[in-house]
């Protein structure tokens, strides 16, 4: 192999120096040194050849691939060796030979045969490889070098820089590529130009990927494409042919290789040139360039190789500065020739560059000084060329910029802003910008809005930066205005550019907004997906990968990256939202400072922006470029304090040390307009030359601050009057220099030769402020404007152009060392701020596109955007804004607005669309924003009929226009409306609502019942979108219970309206809608303590009580009567509504329909309670309610059923209490003890539903709702307890309540003879029969309960009242202890004391009047009733201490014995057994003494009352006239003798009674006082017939008188003895006067007066 490849290296010798020798050329007296160089290396090689004979045959070499040789010594020296010739050769004037030499140079080098690595001999310290590239760019002398010469030139050099067998570096690089750049300037013929241009290409690839391979190590890449073409080359010209093929021939062959491979490796990367080349613009490359590569290579060349890991860095680091130094090379003035070499040299670099950027790895991108070149050089060029005036520069420069943003902008932050805000925007807004500049900046815009990490970070590192523009914002703003068409009277655009203009701006809002919903879109989620929620976001954001890949690139390469040490700016979405408000209040600040500074400033203290010192505030003047620089001067010139004290500190500030005045002078007013008034100039002179002496204390030539001072405003007086155009009369130097003598303190004036520099310094340079970019203000346009000139536009666009150059060119450079970190965003919560600051004008381009223009393309762009906007907002539930954009989206279907349905177009079917898919795609977010959605459906219902012929009845308006009369495109478009498309999608929203989250579907819910309601209140109603909600329960209905309840808290409302809807047909449908989703949900059952169907079966109830159609209530019976026949077993919580239902039911008018609720009723009660009254425990108290009100319904037959139902639930409670206790789940029953609930939850609803029928119904239902009342607790009280008793009889109680009672005289009446009547003998029946429970706990109630019924006007009540407490004292006195006792004599007291009528001796006649006598008739009666109660109390005492009717048998008995004695017959044995029978039943035994005797003194009272009354005649007499007690004189009696009698009876039994023998002094006392009393009253008797009344009494003191002792007996009559005698004297009863004769006779003895026989 080493032979084959001595032989080629040969062969290319021999053939090229026997070429040159042959050429006619050589023989010329120049080239002689050329031949005889030529003749001793051929001898050489002769020589060689004759010493390897042995291999002569390979002579002869193939012409197919040759081997590429190993770099051995002997080849190398040997090669070297020859290279003088082909030197001399290059040098030669002879274009032929030049080419002979160069062609073979490059094959030898190609082929790895000379590689120049030995050290010059020429040339000591350097390669020959650089000798011999010098050789070869050596040959190109200009323009007028040879066509064919500089096409092998371009091939020799791209070999040496592409060869792997060759190095060069540095200076020799450049100076290659320096030499390629020349030929494509200089040369004239296009085929060189073109293969300069891609040679130079190709070496910038391969210098640059050589760079880039080199720092991760890997094998540099193959140049095989290059000498691929150099291998064809050599086989097809190997001999003399290839000198036969023409130069254009050997370009074009060469041309296509080498474009091929710059193609193929430039365009890797590149997205968005469509050709190799772009179309590139260029500047001017002169033959300074020579000057430039030498410049560049000697600069600094320590410090930057120091910065480098590796030569290969520099050798691109050199080249790529290079490349920027010769972009930023001017233009000429005017309108430079697109062939002049300025131009094609600026077209050139500024391709190259693009190439470069396009292509730039992670070395380039983050190496320090790579960046430091960008930053330095190439944005400095940017900026001068962004604004060119030739389109081609400005095109590439966007290109270079986009490649910028695109791979750079972490480093680049404030080149970015100053490039945005300055040169994009800027055009975008001016005025008088060019088309084509606007175009051409747009066009760059669509490249930028179309990567969602650019776009999001331009928010976050500007619009988020407290000192940065907000790019951001500004750029949404200006791209809506081009999308709604606002700048077509500017541009001064034909309609076609117009339209383009605009729809590119749109493309970039719509871009924008999709950018963002990539950002977010992890964020969403599709509804109508059935993915798992882990599989839906697998696909995550590819931009976010490439983003972090593009960080980890940029932090390797090279050590020296510009991130290695750079504190990276927190990427969190919440501080940066914080700083944007921050910003933006700051920025409200500012603006109120620019209008009102002493405003501002305060404001920004109170927002603690700003601090509260004066040097705060001085700082912050510095260091805001917003504020407006005259502001600041009339702020600081201000005569308040603290002005005055801000303006010291601002002052302070400045470093004036070792400056003259008018440098000093000049730098304080470069940062604000001195203000116009003397006085405010003064103050600020005053200070300033204070600050000035004070940084220069050793300037001898002032000896005080009032010289600075003077100095200072002479001055500014100079200044003005220079250069102000208003002042005609100049200065002269000769007039300011006698204006300022005498201003020093000093004995000498100031040198007349400083003040004349000051005044030619002034006279040069004005003292004026330094641009500021924030205050740059566009010209805004005046109604004159609009018809300027072409050429006037043109001029005023060209000198725009050139301030928006400067200042960009200035502000660039300013920032050229400048390190600001930038935030490469990550977090998908940044668009939620970005939406809500550009929102607005979205929706403002999108609605002014949609509304104007017809044109399909900007409709499908708007209804995009607003698709994509709608979906931002809804991800980040941004409420307004979604609302908005549905909104606008709703109002450009022409279904909700007044538009006419005449005007529809294409773009509104498409609107329609648009919604829809919006409905069906991002339905989980839409909130309130259904509302719109559902009322377009509900009004494209409208426009289906009218698109299928019907007459819209429906419409009103101009839309009541028929579909025959319409214009036939408009047809066609209303037409589409029934389209099956759009019929679909409708459908699939409603059936997609199941795949809706919780609270999706109830907004959804919420928004269909909302136009249901608007459809129904139409004059003629329409039921679709009540329909769509009966079809969306039916889908909706397996939900989860909890979202279910919140979707019928919804619907339920719903259908309680349009169920009580005045149109029968609509409660009809609505009803029945509701029945068969009852029936459905009833299917499912519920588990206990669940409320479900309680809430579903609502409406039902609300229906019943609201809608007064009989028709609807008998339906909605007989739904739930359905209901119960066929879902009885699936029924829990529904039972509450189900028997309210039926309550509500029982109220009715109309008999049907309670007999079938009733009906109903009874099967639940008497056949469901048997079966399953465990699951229908929770609503027993609700069925009773129900019976209850059945009972008291208009129809008796049903009422006396319900009460019977009634005992059948006392029947179920009883046998199953544990069943209440369970069930501990139910309202109200946390605070009730388990053993208490079958009594809460039971016994009493239903105990106390029966008393609201007592207290409601008419007498036969109420009697036997009482009856049955008593049954039930005579029945079950065994098992109540104490507590539960209490509640009870404070219902029964009720009854007797006289607030309850009707008022009503004759119903009061009635009410007490009977209800009252039976309701008191019950309660004493199970008083009686209960009272070892009842006794203790409810006695006292029950005797106030007697007393009220005494005391009532009704004496048939009262008559009760008494009986029933002798009856319950009767039977149940046995079991009263000595405390229940004194109650009930107490009881016995308050009665007798509440009932004596007083009244009687106090009563007088009232004057006459017809109004009095039912009055008088009224007191009568009650006056009678307390009589009469009077006689009935003296009974049941005498009842309750002797037993009912003994005391009338003892009295018969006395007068049968007196009668007896009277005939002599005897009967004492009798009346003895008697007497001790009836002593076994009275309650005397158990009542104490002192009982009885407070009995006794309640029965005299009496008495003593009766006597008085019955003894004053006049008050009778009056009474009897006044028609008191009928025709006879009123008189007390029998309450006179009755009360007596009991008294004497009680205390004569006592006197008896041995138990009470310690008593019996105190009793014989008492009754010797009655005894006398009633003796002395009967002498004073004058009536006869009063004295007949008094015979029963004096026959039972008499008799008892003699069975007493003969001790006892002497006691007494020797008291009574005179009274006796009295009696002699009247016409005595046979009866008494044989009882006392009897006495008489019993005397003597006692007393000793006779003896007995």
Not at 495 to 511: A, D, F, N, T
Not at 994 to 1020: H, N
Not at 1166 to 1192: H, N, P
Request: aromatic share 8%; charged share 20%; hydrophobic share 40%.
């Amino acid at each position: 192999m080493h032979n084959n490849s001595t032989k080629t290296k040969e062969m290319f010798i021999v053939r090229a120096l026997e070429k040159i020798l042959a050429d006619k050329d050589i023989r010329r007296s120049h080239h002689s040194q050329l031949k005889k160089s030529c003749d001793s290396a051929l001898e050489q090689i002769k020589a060689e050849l004759i010493s390897a004979g042995q291999i002569a045959e390979g002579n002869e070499l193939p012409c197919a691939a040759l081997p590429l040789p190993k770099n051995d010594a002997a080849s190398i020296i040997n090669a070297e060796t020859y290279f003088l010739p082909f030197e001399l050769a290059c040098k030669s004037r002879s274009p032929r030979i030049v080419v002979t030499a160069l062609d073979c140079l490059q094959k030898l080098i190609a082929y790895g045969h000379l590689t120049g690595s030995i050290q010059d001999s020429a040339n000591p310290g350097h390669l020959l490889i650089d000798r011999i590239v010098v050789t070869i760019y050596g040959c190109f002398s200009g323009p007028q070098t040879d066509e064919g010469v500089q096409l092998q030139i371009i091939k020799a050099l791209l070999t040496v820089v592409t060869s792997q067998h060759v190095e060069i570096h540095e200076f020799t690089l450049l100076q290659a590529v320096r030499t390629c750049y020349d030929i494509y300037l200089s040369s004239k013929n296009l085929v060189n130009q073109t293969t300069a241009r891609a040679t130079l290409t190709q070496m910038l690839n391969v210098i640059f990927a050589r760079m880039e391979n080199q720092v991760y190590e890997l094998p540099p890449p193959n140049s095989n494409p290059i000498n691929g073409s150099i291998h064809s080359e050599d086989c097809n010209g190997s001999g003399e042919e290839s000198l036969g093929d023409s130069d254009e021939v050997i370009a074009s062959e060469l041309l296509a290789e080498i474009i091929s491979a710059a193609y193929n490796e430039a365009m890797k990367d590149q997205e968005s040139v469509g050709e190799p080349e772009p179309t590139v613009n260029g500047n001017d490359y002169s033959s300074h360039s020579d000057h430039d590569s030498v410049e560049l290579h000697s600069e600094n060349d320590a410090v930057v190789t120091a910065k480098f890991t590796h030569i290969l860095q520099k050798d691109a680091f050199l080249v790529f500065r290079a490349l920027c130094k010769l972009s930023m090379k001017p233009l000429p003035e005017g309108h430079p020739d697109p062939k002049s070499h300025e131009l094609r040299s600026k077209v050139l670099s500024l391709h190259l560059l693009l190439l470069i950027l396009q292509n730039a790895g992670p070395v380039f991108r983050s190496n320090e000084m790579f960046i430091m070149a960008i930053k330095q050089y190439l944005c400095v060029a940017l900026s001068n060329n962004g604004v060119s005036l030739v389109p081609e520069v400005f095109e590439l420069s966007l290109s270079i910029f986009v490649a910028l943003l695109s791979n750079f902008k972490v480093h680049l932050k404030r080149q970015i802003e100053v490039f945005f805000k300055e040169i994009f925007l800027n055009i975008l807004e001016a005025n008088s910008s060019s088309f084509e500049h606007k175009w051409m900046v747009i066009q760059a815009l669509t490249r930028i809005c179309a990567d969602a990490q650019s776009v999001v970070d331009i928010y976050v590192n500007y619009d988020c930066d407290f000192s940065a523009a907000n790019l951001f914002e500004r750029l949404v703003n200006d791209l809506s205005k081009i999308a709604q068409g606002r700048q077509a009277l500017e541009l001064g655009a034909n309609p076609m550019q117009e339209k383009s203009m605009r729809i590119r701006g749109l493309e970039c809002l719509v871009s924008i907004l999709k950018c963002m919903v990539e950002w977010s879109k992890d964020l969403y989620v599709n509804p109508n997906m059935p993915v798992p929620p882990m599989q839906v976001q697998s696909p995550t954001s590819t931009e976010q990968d490439q983003a972090d890949t593009t960080i980890q690139t940029i932090h390797s390469g090279s050590s020296h990256s510009l991130n290695s040490n750079q504190e990276q700016l927190q990427d969190l979405p919440e501080a940066l939202e914080e700083r944007k408000m921050r910003k933006e209040v700051m920025e409200t600040g500012i603006e109120l400072f620019n209008r009102k500074p002493q405003k501002g400033v305060q404001f920004l203290q109170e927002k603690q922006l700003l601090g509260a010192t004066c040097q705060d505030i001085a700082r912050w003047l510095h260091e805001d470029e917003r504020l407006d620089k005259t502001v600041i001067g009339n702020y600081l010139g201000e005569n308040d304090d603290h002005s005055k004290e801000v303006m010291c500190a601002y002052i302070d500030a400045f470093d004036f040390r070792q400056l003259e005045v008018v440098a000093a002078l000049r730098i304080l007013l470069e940062e604000f307009r001195l203000p116009g008034e003397a006085q405010k100039i003064d103050r600020l002179m005053e200070k300033f030359a204070s600050r000035y002496c004070e940084c220069n204390p050793q300037n001898q030539l002032f000896q005080s601050a009032d010289t600075v001072y003077v100095l200072a405003f002479s001055i500014i007086m100079l200044t003005t009057d220079l250069h102000s155009p208003q002042v005609k009369h100049k200065m002269t130097k000769e007039q300011y220099i006698k204006m300022n003598r005498g201003i020093s303190d000093s004995k000498s004036d100031l040198p007349e030769e400083y003040l004349s520099s000051i005044y030619d310094e002034i006279s040069e340079h004005e003292i004026k402020m330094k641009n500021n970019s924030g205050m740059l203000q566009q010209p805004k346009p005046t109604g004159k404007q609009a018809f300027i000139t072409e050429k006037r536009r043109k001029l005023l666009w060209n000198m725009e152009m050139e301030v928006i150059s400067l200042t960009a060119t200035n502000l660039m450079q300013s920032v050229s060392h400048v390190k600001s970190p930038f935030t490469s965003a990550k977090h998908l919560e940044h668009v939620r701020p970005m939406f809500k600051m550009a929102w607005t004008p979205f929706l403002a381009a999108f609605s002014v596109g949609l509304q104007d223009c017809d044109d399909p393309e900007i409709a499908t762009l708007c209804l995009d955007g607003i698709r994509c906007a709608i979906r931002i907002a809804c991800i980040f539930h941004m409420s307004l804004e979604r609302d908005a954009y549905v909104q606008a989206l709703a109002r450009f279907t022409l279904l909700n607005a007044n538009s006419p349905i005449n005007e529809m177009k294409a773009k509104n079917i498409d609107t329609i669309k648009t919604l829809i898919m919006v409905a069906h795609t991002d339905g989980n977010y839409l909130g309130s924003s259904w509302l719109d959605i559902v009322k377009c459906i509900s009004q494209l219902e409208l426009a289906q009929l009218i698109g299928t012929g019907v007459r819209p009845q429906f419409l009103s308006g101009a839309q009541t226009t028929l579909k025959d009369s319409l214009n036939p495109s408009v047809k066609e478009h209303i037409g589409e409306t029934s389209s099956q498309s759009v019929v679909v999608a409708v459908d699939r929203i409603f059936t997609g609502s199941m795949r809706l989250d919780g609270d999706a579907i109830v907004d959804f819910v919420k928004a269909l019942c909302q136009v249901s309601v608007d459809e129904l209140q139409q004059q003629q109603p329409r039921m679709f979108s009540l329909q769509k909600i009966v079809e969306i329960s039916y889908y909706n209905m397996e939900r989860i219970r909890l979202q279910w309840s919140r979707i019928w808290q919804v619907l339920g409302e719903h259908f309680n309206a349009v169920g009580c809807n005045s149109n029968e047909e609509i409660s009809f449908f609505a009803l029945d809608s509701l029945r068969q989703l009852s029936m459905k949900f009833m299917e499912k059952g519920e588990f206990s303590n669940f409320r479900f169907q309680k809430d579903f079966l609502r409406p039902f109830e609300h229906i019943m009580k609201k809608n007064a159609s009989p028709a609807i209530r008998d339906m909605v019976v007989r739904c739930i009567a359905q209901m119960v026949n066929s879902q009885a077993h699936n029924i829990r919580s529904g039972w509450k509504n189900i028997f309210s239902i039926f309550h509500l039911a029982a109220g009715d008018h109309e008999e049907p329909i309670v007999e079938l609720a009733f009906q109903t009723t009874g099967k639940i009660i008497g056949d469901l309670y048997k079966r399953q009254f465990a699951i229908m425990v929770d609503s027993f108290q609700d069925a009773v309610k129900c019976l209850s009100e059945f009972a008291t319904a208009r129809f008796p037959d049903t009422s006396m059923e319900a009460i019977r139902l009634v005992r059948t639930c006392a029947q179920c409670v009883h046998e199953a209490p544990q069943l209440f206790a369970e069930h501990a789940g139910m309202e109200n029953d946390a605070s009730v003890a388990e053993e208490d609930r079958v009594w809460v939850r039971g016994w009493f609803p239903m105990l106390f539903s029966l008393s609201c029928v007592v207290n409601r119904c008419k007498l036969d239902v109420r009697t036997r709702a009482l009856t049955v009342l008593f049954e039930i607790v005579k029945t079950y009280g065994e098992s109540f307890k104490p507590n539960w008793w209490k509640d009870l009889f404070n219902v029964i109680f009720r009854i007797f309540d006289n607030m309850k009672l009707p008022e009503h005289v004759t119903e009061k009446s009635e009410w007490m003879t009977t209800t009252c009547n039976h309701a008191l003998y019950a309660i004493i029946d199970v008083f009686t029969q209960y009272f070892d429970v009842l006794g203790h706990l409810l006695l006292e109630e029950l005797f106030a309960q007697l007393h009220w019924c005494v005391q009532q006007s009704n004496e048939q009540l009262a008559r009760s009242g008494t009986n029933c407490l002798e009856n319950l004292v009767i039977s149940n006195g046995f079991k009263f202890n000595e405390s229940t006792w004194d109650k009930t004599c107490q009881c016995i007291l308050d009665i007798f004391n509440a009932t004596l009528p007083q009244d009687l001796l106090s009563w007088r006649p009232k004057a006459h009047s017809s109004n009095n006598i039912p009055q008088e008739h009224n007191h009568f009666e009650a006056l009678h009733i307390r009589c009469v109660v009077q006689l009935e109390l003296i009974q049941t005492m005498d009842n309750i201490v002797f037993f009912p009717a003994t005391s009338r048998k003892e009295d018969a008995e006395t007068l049968a014995q007196a009668a007896a004695d009277l005939t002599g017959g005897r009967s004492g044995s009798q009346s003895q057994l008697l007497e001790c029978q009836r002593e076994e039943q009275g309650m005397y035994g158990y009542l104490r003494t002192r009982q009885l005797f407070t009995l006794a003194d309640c029965l005299m009272q009496s008495h003593r009352f009766a006597k008085r009354f019955n003894a004053d005649h006049d008050q009778r007499s009056l009474l009897w006239r006044a028609g008191f007690k009928g025709s006879v004189k009123p008189n007390l009696l029998k309450q006179e003798t009755s009360s007596l009698a009991c008294v004497l009876r009680i205390f004569f039994k006592m006197y008896g009674d041995e138990n009470r023998r310690s008593d019996w002094p105190g009793i014989e006392q008492e009754l010797v006082q009655v005894c006398k009393e009633a003796l002395g009253y009967y002498l004073s008797l004058q009536s006869e017939a009063h004295r007949d009344a008094w015979t029963s009494l004096l026959l039972l003191i008499l008799t008892r008188l003699l069975k007493m002792s003969d001790a006892r007996f002497a006691t007494h009559v020797s008291n009574y003895y005179s009274l006796l005698c009295e009696m002699m004297c009247f016409d005595l009863k046979p009866e008494l006067r044989s009882v006392l004769r009897r006495v008489f006779m019993r005397i003597g003895p006692v007393f000793n007066i006779m003896n007995v026989k």
